[in-house]
């Protein structure tokens, strides 16, 4: 699952689309990528989403 496929040392980066008007959903996510040796390195809004109500972010995260 997510956790064999994060673990691999191959895998450079990862970029998940979380919703932050779900604090602790995005935090459990981010803390799981991180916890498999990723860093979260950037956050960008998705602007095809600004419209909607949603608050939609790129997290991009690379290994350490």
């Known amino acids: 699952g997510a956790a064999e496929t994060l673990s ?6 990862v970029l998940i689309e979380l919703d932050s008007s779900r604090p602790d959903y995005c935090n459990g ?3 799981f990528v991180e916890s498999h040796g990723l860093r979260l390195v950037n956050k ?10 949603e608050k939609m972010y790129n997290h991009i995260f690379n290994r350490v």
């Open 29 to 31: 996510v981010i803390n």
């Open 8 to 13: 691999n040392k191959q895998l450079k980066s």
């Open 44 to 53: 960008k809004d998705d602007a095809e989403l600004k419209t909607r109500q």
